[in-house]
């Protein structure tokens, strides 16, 4: 329930509007004091709970990095799409973009939401692109707006890279957690001058750091939060950046996911064929999670039937008290018989 202006506002802004990263509108209710606006269900809530919370026991979900880069993207696609694509000389001004207004569908999809604050404005014929009274939340204003009351859709741009950073930082604006820092536009400059980054960004995304899509998505937050609006790229174009830097990162996780094939084939012939059935008659559960792993565990041996065998890789000639023994084929498999089982688990383990 909102209040009648906006409301208004947003039927007016969004039944125009459609795109599949801005929230769909899909009905309303005028009944007396009653202004209710019905929107699309996103089944998956809003992106900052999917932000780390300063309370470690409250339940949220860890997003990985590819996940957050194709959610920026969307979120960049919608906001790109008020401020340039709305049809004719008209642009959109959301004013109050935060994590709490990106919206996430069952898909995964991100959207643009909450327009009750926005203002739509005609381009060209000799009015400008500023709007006096802006509005927005404390932490996702530009620090201009503080002095001259106005925003522009570079207003817009500054918020979409506290956005960014709070991705990148696993950390919500203005709250403070446990190691003291507060993310906000000055101090996630300061780390970004400084070359101090990875002090603050989310632990779990550590070992993409250095990466070249991590590297151009701070880039381009930091370039959002620009002091000066002159200085901040224009949404098409930090739209146009994420989504080459996620079709990059897309590329690279379908290589490495081919070349774990790859290797897991390569591995699997070095296997013996009944490999399978050799798992099964194993004395203890044989713990691996590849199949060069199951191939060492052969390497190394292990007890079968009831300790009766030990089963090894057929190239591999253990030394027990200076005398070697190599497996021998019995049934067509490769063991050593448990005369010398004592003296070889010494030996293998």
């Given at each position: 329930?909102?209040?009648?202006?906006?409301?208004?506002?947003?039927?007016?802004?969004?039944?125009?509007?459609?795109h599949p990263?801005?929230?769909?509108?899909?009905?309303?209710?005028?009944?007396?004091?009653?202004?209710?606006?019905?929107?699309?269900?996103?089944?998956r809530?809003?992106?900052?709970?999917y932000i780390?919370?300063?309370?470690?026991?409250?339940?949220?979900?860890?997003?990985?990095?590819?996940?957050?880069?194709?959610?920026?993207?969307d979120?960049?696609?919608?906001?790109?799409?008020?401020?340039?694509?709305?049809?004719?000389?008209?642009?959109?001004?959301?004013?109050?973009?935060?994590?709490?207004?990106?919206?996430i569908?069952?898909?995964?999809?991100?959207?643009?939401s909450?327009?009750?604050?926005?203002?739509?404005?005609?381009?060209?014929?000799?009015?400008?692109?500023?709007?006096?009274?802006?509005?927005?939340?404390?932490?996702?204003?530009?620090?201009?707006?503080?002095?001259?009351g106005?925003?522009t859709?570079k207003?817009?741009?500054?918020?979409?890279?506290?956005?960014?950073?709070?991705?990148?930082?696993?950390?919500?604006?203005?709250?403070?957690p446990?190691?003291?820092?507060?993310l906000?536009?000055?101090?996630?400059?300061?780390y970004?001058?400084?070359?101090?980054?990875?002090?603050?960004?989310d632990?779990s995304?550590?070992?993409?750091?250095?990466?070249?899509?991590?590297?151009?998505?701070?880039?381009?937050a930091?370039?959002?939060?620009?002091?000066?609006?002159?200085?901040?790229?224009?949404m098409?174009?930090?739209?146009?950046?994420?989504?080459?830097?996620?079709?990059?990162?897309?590329?690279?996780?379908?290589?490495?996911?081919?070349?774990?094939?790859?290797?897991?084939?390569?591995?699997?012939?070095?296997?013996?064929?009944?490999?399978?059935?050799?798992?099964?008659?194993?004395?203890?559960?044989?713990?691996?999670?590849?199949?060069e792993e199951?191939?060492?565990?052969?390497?190394?041996?292990?007890?079968?039937?009831?300790?009766?065998?030990?089963?090894?890789?057929?190239y591999?000639?253990i030394?027990?008290?200076?005398?070697?023994?190599?497996?021998?084929?019995?049934?067509?498999?490769?063991?050593v018989?448990?005369?010398?089982?004592?003296?070889?688990?010494?030996t293998?383990?």
């Amino acid at each position: 329930m909102v209040g009648l202006k906006g409301v208004l506002a947003e039927i007016q802004l969004l039944s125009g509007q459609e795109h599949p990263n801005l929230i769909s509108l899909l009905g309303y209710c005028d009944d007396g004091k009653e202004k209710i606006i019905v929107y699309e269900y996103a089944a998956r809530g809003s992106l900052d709970r999917y932000i780390r919370r300063r309370n470690r026991d409250e339940s949220s979900s860890t997003l990985t990095w590819l996940e957050r880069l194709k959610i920026c993207a969307d979120a960049a696609r919608g906001l790109n799409h008020l401020h340039n694509n709305i049809g004719g000389h008209r642009t959109i001004i959301h004013r109050d973009i935060k994590s709490s207004n990106i919206l996430i569908d069952e898909n995964w999809i991100a959207k643009i939401s909450d327009l009750g604050l926005s203002k739509l404005n005609v381009m060209g014929f000799g009015m400008g692109l500023i709007v006096s009274n802006g509005c927005g939340t404390p932490g996702y204003c530009e620090p201009e707006y503080y002095t001259s009351g106005v925003v522009t859709k570079k207003s817009d741009v500054y918020s979409f890279g506290i956005v960014l950073f709070e991705v990148l930082c696993g950390r919500l604006c203005i709250i403070e957690p446990d190691n003291g820092f507060i993310l906000s536009g000055k101090s996630v400059k300061e780390y970004y001058n400084n070359g101090n980054l990875v002090m603050i960004i989310d632990p779990s995304l550590r070992e993409h750091m250095g990466s070249y899509s991590m590297t151009k998505f701070s880039e381009i937050a930091y370039r959002c939060l620009q002091d000066d609006r002159e200085q901040r790229p224009a949404m098409d174009i930090v739209a146009k950046e994420l989504e080459e830097t996620l079709n990059l990162q897309v590329a690279l996780a379908h290589k490495l996911e081919e070349n774990e094939e790859d290797a897991s084939e390569n591995w699997e012939k070095k296997l013996p064929h009944d490999y399978p059935h050799l798992i099964k008659m194993s004395d203890i559960p044989l713990n691996y999670t590849n199949r060069e792993e199951l191939y060492l565990l052969f390497c190394r041996g292990f007890l079968a039937n009831n300790g009766q065998q030990i089963y090894l890789n057929i190239y591999d000639a253990i030394i027990v008290e200076g005398v070697e023994f190599r497996p021998v084929v019995v049934d067509g498999l490769y063991v050593v018989e448990t005369s010398i089982k004592d003296n070889l688990i010494g030996t293998i383990n």
